[in-house]
């Protein structure tokens, strides 16, 4: 069987995370399966990257040395589960001449004073490219060949929308068929680093954040895998947030369309990017927990190969941490392109509208964003809108998140909506606004973080999900 396996920087924790990611690719290696590795950077580095890049251009200079020298102990840290001693020393040198190349990155943007979308994808895409061949060297070491490339060496071609690159499909399939197959042939493991392509041009570009999940679908799509692995932290999709739910459990299996909702609404199991491949695709996912490869996990179909679950409700999803905007202004109504202008205003900032809810006399709405742009949003609409004489207030409010109701068996299925609504009312929790999308598989609504466990607990228990079948 052919196969592209995922690891996550979860999985890729630490040394011991890293050894049992080596261990299991060596266990089904064994069963003569033709594998592809995929790899995240290691937990926690991507946000080390960003969180540098936000005081490269200002005076706290000691911010480059310091993300520097605590990559280098990440990184060797996990060097330790290199069971050889020359491919160890092989990988610490690799490591140590990429951070090497990150400092002088670095240092040139910081002197210049400035970052361009491009020269932001270049330092995000060292956190794949020092993960790599870390991996690929620790599972070398169990006797299997490996080759460590990134996503451009690899094939994939995109375009150059730095910051989230979308890749030239026709281009990229050929190229990665071309690319790794012969090293396949050879007995070769490729271990590619995920969230990393190139443009025409040959200049890095990155996917996006979760864009490793993107890269394993875009290889297993170019390689027509018979399976897309992904391996995780967890036993897979849950029914709830284990730990918002005492009695969550396991989904067996699930529509690909219910998978992108729950995965949108905060279940960071899988990226909705790369669902969307497999929607589009006969490709097949499965989700397994990397400390349990035994288990079956989640098997993600097509919606006509799993059964509508009883109630409708197949899982409940959360979105935490958010803020509210709320727009009113009396010249709103009637007013054409006003949310177009409010959403471009947010997406110029790279801020992600999580919900967006509109009255329907059209003067007042009412926008998620996560509370960590709160900030930067309430200053970007603001400075645009109030001077305009169409918005009369914005206001914010904190403290809230986003709860959603996800199953396929509500399309067409009468009383959900009102079942969801007199879960909360029971038990006295106010929702502050409410949204459906038109394809009728979630119901999503927000609520103040303190009743968040609650909420959540409430719908699980309403809807009997927990003896479900599905």
């Keep these: 069987m052919r196969m592209v396996m995922k690891f996550g920087g979860a999985a890729l924790k630490d040394a011991k995370g890293i050894d049992q990611v080596a261990n299991v ?25 960003v969180e540098m890049m936000k005081h490269i251009t200002s005076s706290r200079k000691n911010w480059i040395d310091n993300t520097i020298d605590q990559l280098a102990s990440t990184h060797i840290g996990a060097v330790k589960a290199i069971k050889d001693q020359r491919l160890a020393s092989q990988a610490i040198k690799t490591v140590r001449a990429q951070l090497d190349d990150l400092k002088n990155v670095a240092l040139g943007m910081s002197h210049v004073g400035e970052m361009t979308p491009r020269s932001k994808d270049l330092l995000l895409s060292f956190g794949e490219r020092l993960s790599t061949p870390i991996v690929a060297s620790a599972i070398e070491a169990r006797g299997i060949k490996t080759k460590p490339i990134t996503g451009g060496e690899a094939g994939i071609l995109t375009d150059e929308n730095f910051g989230s690159a979308e890749p030239l499909m026709n281009v990229t399939a050929m190229q990665v068929k071309q690319n790794l197959e012969p090293l396949m042939a050879d007995g070769v493991m490729p271990v590619v680093a995920g969230f990393i392509g190139v443009t025409q041009k040959g200049i890095m570009t990155t996917l996006g954040r979760g864009g490793s999940d993107y890269t394993a679908a875009i290889v297993g799509l170019s390689l027509k895998a018979d399976e897309l692995w992904f391996w995780k932290d967890v036993p897979g999709i849950m029914t709830a947030d284990p730990s918002l739910c005492k009695d969550s459990r396991l989904i067996n299996r699930i529509a690909f369309d219910e998978a992108i909702e729950i995965a949108h609404f905060g279940a960071r199991v899988i990226h909705p990017r790369a669902l969307e491949i497999g929607l589009e695709s006969n490709l097949v996912y499965r989700i397994k927990s990397a400390w349990k490869p035994s288990d079956e996990g989640t098997l993600i179909v097509r919606s006509n190969e799993t059964k509508a679950e009883h109630g409708g409700v197949k899982a409940i999803s959360v979105i935490d941490k958010v803020h509210l905007i709320n727009i009113s202004g009396a010249r709103l109504v009637g007013t054409p392109r006003v949310a177009a202008r409010v959403l471009e205003l947010l997406a110029n900032e790279d801020i992600d509208v999580l919900m967006i809810s509109q009255s329907s006399s059209e003067a007042n709405m009412s926008i998620a964003v996560p509370e960590a742009d709160s900030e930067e949003a309430m200053n970007a609409l603001e400075l645009s809108l109030l001077g305009s004489k169409l918005v009369r207030e914005i206001t914010g409010e904190g403290g809230y998140c986003i709860v959603a109701v996800v199953g396929r068996g509500m399309r067409g299925t009468p009383g959900v909506a009102a079942k969801v609504f007199k879960s909360m009312a029971d038990r006295k929790i106010n929702i502050r606004t409410i949204a459906q999308g038109s394809s009728e598989l979630n119901i999503s609504f927000m609520v103040s973080m303190k009743d968040e466990k609650a909420a959540v607990q409430a719908l699980h228990d309403d809807f009997r999900l927990s003896s479900n079948s599905n």
Excluded at 27 to 43: G, P, Q
């Design 25 to 49: 690719t060596k266990t089904f290696a064994d069963k003569k399966h033709e594998i592809v590795i995929v790899v995240s950077a290691l937990s926690g580095v991507t946000d080390s990257l």
